[in-house]
């Protein structure tokens, strides 16, 4: 029997660490969440390539005293909870008492700070774990953390880390929630030297502006409302103003940012009637709930939550998103007339909202009802009023959302594959002479080999040769670029920046020029010429179409949609009449493969046997 071990903390922190300290977005995460936690309404967040290099948080809040500061590095070492009881009611960010240990032990990190009562500062480093003694130091009240040469001592966990361009995306991308989820505090967040966001702590708008934008606040409703216990905060965008993906969707439960299906699905299902396909609502929502009904630790990374009663919050966020899209007489009391608009005059958002509405079919209320998690409640249940200290727990049941995301995700893979493998078809030819018919309503050619009849789809047949021409040009590498006269501009987020600066190399191969254009920002210069006339928005909206699914794209799979589109546009169409010429040309390049399907999946051709014909005319049984 093999002996059993009890770990160094060397090693256990090393382990945790591997949950805790994913990449450097994960230190910034762990290290602003403890700034906030110490009352600082002043942040700044300093990284050089891409923050595995240096990582600098500075922050004006209450500080460790010097007698506490070695254990600020030790495992399990937190001022957030003390007993078994406060794990029920977690009101701070972190609490867990892993991160700054699990740092220490895989970077060269130093911790700086002064409580107001102290005279003096108070500096520890460690490296890989080591601690140093603890020296004074000169400074203004509050922390300075700084982590060197993050995974130094784990070149496993170094070598999986991706360029510092894409590792500054993912701290940018987190920098922005942090100052949407907490607008009274002054963030600076400064990479390589160049500040990316700044904002002054002034409150919601100012932070909405400072990460998305004057244009995109002005194409949102602001909501401020209780129900149900249960306060909801924020802007959700107009009913025509959506997204290609689900990375403008931005929720905050008692402050901290979170992924959660059951909110997510409430809201998508209020947008439903309003959406276009693959189209996802655009919201930044903060929510505040009583903590002993939310459970927070359920990962270490603290991403996503749980609630006691999972109804009750996915009726109560449908409940407000619905009122306010279908402009009913409650979204007045949801609409927030007194936000403080200084960028243009008030707008009447319930006024306006209630002109869109009314063209566009209401959903239909009265008995209609809602189903999560195999519980269903009626428009009665969700409008009661209930208060959560009246709802038993419910019992657990199967995640419906992640089993249908997964099956979601299953089905456009195989459409994907389905798309490669039609492209790639073997050719299937026939032996016997094919003699033509004619062609009847101006849509089909009829051919004859003798034995069997085939009608031929000319709409299909000449798509497929197209797509078959364009195809090979760009597998034998013979792509000819066309410069645009005026460069086209991307702008994207900053998920998707870090998703499409891994593609660049896709996209040269296809032809398309893109390179870096400023701060999230791409600049397109030329398209190959077979697709000089495609529309570039949506090309790249249809790229970016649900991040997710396209994380592991592959050359062929972003070209043979577009190549189809291509194809399909510049092929006869049905209707068509055709000349002889064209009709000989058409039979001749299919060179009697008529076994083929269109780009999309549908036959060329069909073939009709002697025998068919002969049982139709009853000449034999």
């Given at each position: 029997m093999s002996k059993i071990n009890i770990l160094s903390s060397k090693i256990y922190n090393r382990i945790a660490a591997g949950e805790v300290v994913e990449r450097p977005a994960s230190v910034v995460?762990?290290?602003?969440?403890?700034?906030?936690?110490?009352?600082?309404?002043?942040?700044?967040?300093?990284?050089?390539?891409?923050?595995?290099?240096?990582?600098?948080?500075?922050?004006?809040?209450?500080?460790?005293?010097?007698?506490?500061?070695?254990?600020?590095?030790?495992?399990h070492a937190t001022s957030k909870i003390s007993t078994l009881k406060d794990l029920d009611n977690i009101l701070s960010l972190g609490f867990r008492g892993e991160a700054l240990a699990s740092i220490a032990s895989v970077s060269k990190i130093s911790i700086e700070s002064k409580p107001a009562t102290q005279e003096m500062g108070a500096k520890i480093s460690a490296e890989g774990g080591d601690m140093s003694e603890i020296i004074d130091c000169g400074m203004v009240d509050g922390t300075i953390i700084t982590v060197n040469n993050l995974f130094f001592n784990t070149p496993a966990r170094e070598k999986f880390l991706k360029t510092p361009r894409s590792e500054e995306g993912e701290i940018s991308s987190i920098m922005s929630k942090f100052i949407l989820g907490n607008p009274n505090i002054s963030f600076k967040y400064v990479a390589d030297g160049k500040t990316i966001y700044q904002s002054y702590g002034d409150g919601l708008e100012s932070a909405f502006v400072c990460i998305y934008g004057v244009d995109t606040i002005n194409e949102c409703f602001y909501i401020d409302t209780e129900k149900n216990g249960i306060k909801v905060k924020g802007y959700i965008g107009k009913h025509h103003f959506t997204k290609g993906n689900r990375t403008y969707q931005t929720t905050f439960i008692n402050g901290r940012y979170i992924i959660n299906q059951t909110i997510s699905?409430?809201?998508?299902?209020?947008?439903?009637?309003y959406l276009m396909k693959r189209q996802y609502p655009f919201y930044v929502l903060s929510i505040s709930l009583p903590s002993e009904i939310v459970d927070v630790n359920v990962h270490p990374n603290k991403l996503d939550v749980r609630f006691s009663n999972n109804q009750i919050i996915y009726g109560t966020i449908y409940s407000v998103v619905s009122k306010v899209l279908d402009g009913s007489s409650e979204?007045?009391?949801?609409?927030?007339?007194?936000?403080?608009?200084?960028i243009e005059k008030p707008i009447d958002?319930?006024?306006?909202?209630?002109?869109?509405?009314?063209?566009?079919?209401?959903?239909?209320?009265?008995?209609?009802?809602?189903?999560?998690?195999?519980?269903t409640f009626s428009d009665a249940y969700k409008s009661s009023g209930i208060k959560f200290d009246k709802i038993?727990?419910?019992?657990?049941?199967?995640?419906?959302?992640?089993?249908?995301?997964?099956?979601?995700?299953?089905?456009?893979?195989?459409?994907?594959?389905?798309?490669?493998?039609?492209?790639e078809q073997k050719t299937i030819q026939i032996d016997r002479e094919l003699k033509y018919i004619g062609q009847v309503l101006n849509t089909y050619l009829i051919l004859d080999d003798g034995q069997d009849v085939y009608f031929v789809d000319q709409h299909a047949a000449h798509e497929r040769i197209l797509f078959d021409k364009i195809n090979q040009t760009y597998k034998d590498g013979k792509i000819i670029t066309q410069?645009?006269?005026?460069?086209?501009?991307?702008?994207?987020?900053?998920?998707?920046?870090?998703?499409?600066?891994?593609?660049?190399?896709v996209f040269a191969k296809m032809?398309?020029?893109?390179?870096?254009?400023?701060?999230?920002?791409?600049k397109i210069s030329a398209v190959p010429t077979f697709l000089a006339d495609m529309n570039l928005e949506k090309f790249f909206s249809s790229v970016l179409n649900d991040l997710n699914s396209f994380?592991?794209?592959?050359?062929?799979?972003?070209?043979?949609?577009?190549?189809?589109?291509?194809a399909c546009k510049s092929a006869i169409k049905s209707g068509d009449k055709l000349s002889e010429i064209q009709i000989k040309t058409l039979i001749d390049t299919l060179k009697g493969n008529i076994g083929l399907k269109c780009p999309h999946g549908r036959p060329v051709a069909i073939k009709i046997t002697r025998t068919e014909i002969d049982k139709w005319f009853k000449r034999i049984l």
């Open positions: 995460k762990e290290l602003v969440e403890n700034s906030i936690d110490a009352g600082a309404t002043s942040i700044s967040v300093e990284i050089e390539s891409g923050g595995i290099s240096s990582i600098k948080i500075t922050d004006n809040g209450c500080g460790i005293e010097k007698s506490e500061l070695n254990k600020a590095l030790l495992p699905a409430s809201i998508s299902n209020a947008y439903a009637s979204a007045l009391n949801i609409v927030a007339n007194n936000q403080q608009n200084t958002y319930v006024t306006q909202n209630k002109e869109f509405a009314s063209n566009y079919p209401r959903k239909s209320k009265g008995n209609s009802s809602y189903t999560l998690d195999k519980i038993e727990e419910s019992k657990p049941a199967v995640d419906i959302f992640a089993e249908n995301k997964a099956f979601l995700e299953k089905l456009e893979q195989e459409k994907k594959q389905r798309l490669i493998d039609e492209a410069p645009l006269l005026l460069p086209y501009v991307l702008n994207a987020n900053n998920e998707e920046f870090e998703f499409l600066s891994e593609k660049l190399e032809g398309i020029e893109i390179s870096e254009f400023g701060r999230n920002s791409f994380k592991a794209l592959t050359i062929n799979e972003l070209l043979q949609e577009k190549l189809a589109q291509k």
